[in-house]
């Protein structure tokens, strides 16, 4: 989500995971309250000083991650719904 991955490419990891069986929505991981908190928490935890995600090509900050994982979280819900 954060590289603006073009919408085939991201439909070809959801099918494989679930094909293979991986969760691809929060709540299938088990993440079912306090989802804004525990996002932010992550979120937090990977932009700290010395984390690879400073290697990407373009400033990343707990916001931008935040918004990444709400955004996967929200088309993993729609392609379950199909």
């Not at 993440?31 to 090509?57: F, L, Q, S």
């Amino acid at each position: 989500m954060l590289q603006n991955s073009p919408m085939e490419e991201i439909e070809t990891v959801l099918n494989f995971c679930q094909k293979v069986g991986l969760p691809v929505t929060l709540a299938e991981m088990g993440v079912k309250d306090d989802i804004d908190g525990k996002i932010m928490a992550v979120a937090k935890a990977t932009c700290a000083e010395g984390e690879t995600i400073h290697n990407m090509p373009f400033p990343v900050t707990p916001e931008s991650v935040h918004a990444a994982i709400l955004t996967a979280d929200l088309l993993g819900q729609q392609w379950l719904a199909r």
